[in-house]
Nanobody, 114 residues
Framework: QVQLVESGGGLVQPGGSLRLSCAAS????????MGWYRQAPGKQRDMVAI???????NYADSVKGRFTISRDNAKNTVYLQMNSLKPEDTAIYYC????????WGQGTQVTVSS
């Protein structure tokens, strides 16, 4: 079994920054993809950024140049540095791990508001 524990969400003003963290524990294989998804009220859950075990990344167009995903393989942890935050970034952010099957964290709220 795999568990994902997220941290780092909160309330921030437009233009501010936040850093999300997600630590995975349990039966982790050496090759896997981790990422972040988000879901705003009344909308579907969308990919924000993903990173492979070799470091290859992919970002949603809406966050390119503002968000950076990284990972520490030794700690099975993925990070999302979010800069220049906008009100439209407000959502619940979910950590995702993809191996043989898919795992999700419980979600962390990010609110961008003045």
């Amino acid at each position: 079994q795999v568990q994902l524990v997220e941290s780092g969400g909160g309330l921030v003003q437009p233009g501010g920054s936040l850093r999300l963290s997600c630590a995975a524990s349990g039966s982790i294989l050496s090759i896997y993809v981790m990422g972040w998804y988000r879901q705003a009220p009344g909308k579907q859950r969308d990919m924000v950024a993903i990173i492979g075990s070799g470091g290859r990344t992919n970002y949603a167009d809406s966050v390119k140049g503002r968000f950076t995903i990284s990972r520490d393989n030794a700690k099975n942890t993925v990070y999302l540095q979010m800069n220049s935050l906008k009100p439209e970034d407000t959502a619940i952010y979910y950590c995702n791990l993809l191996m043989v099957r898919e795992y999700w964290g419980q979600g962390t709220q990010v609110t961008v508001s003045s």
